[in-house]
């Protein structure tokens, strides 16, 4: 197992024991996937190809890596798109390691927009060093 699936796994384990530990009485939707759903991952998956039986994709690896071993990411607010302002920094980026730990099937990376995300905050990350520094 690479280092990178090591730690999507981690997350993953760490985020659904919270989860289930919040909600002990309630059922979860995740637990009754179907039909419908798979049909869903198939026809997404051809509008916005991953490489699903391998992972992620060498781009997109490369941006997972540098978001969970980057230590100093923007502080809220920012404005994300137009229109889209983080106001809590700290949720935002455990929601993106959520995302990433459901791997290239999650419904956010296989149409690309976790992907997005994570360039986003890269640039922004860049250009506040670089008006910090330049």
Not at 102 to 125: F, H, N, S
Request: include cysteine; glycine fraction near 6%; proline fraction near 5%.
């Amino acid at each position: 197992m690479s280092s990178l699936a090591e730690k999507a796994a981690q997350i993953r384990e760490r985020l659904l024991h919270d989860t289930l530990q919040k909600n002990k009485n309630v059922e979860h939707p995740i637990t009754q996937l179907g039909q419908p759903i798979d049909q869903e991952i198939r026809s997404e998956t051809k509008k916005h190809p991953q490489n699903l039986e391998n992972g992620w994709s060498p781009e997109t690896e490369n941006l997972i890596n540098w978001f969970l071993g980057e230590t100093h990411l923007p502080v809220a607010p920012f404005e994300l798109y137009k229109g889209v302002t983080v106001t809590n920094e700290m949720k935002f980026y455990e929601s993106l390691r959520l995302e990433i730990s459901m791997g290239p099937k999650g419904y956010r990376a296989r149409t690309g927009v976790l992907q997005d995300d994570l360039e986003k905050i890269k640039k922004l990350k860049e250009v506040c060093e670089q008006s910090k520094y330049g």
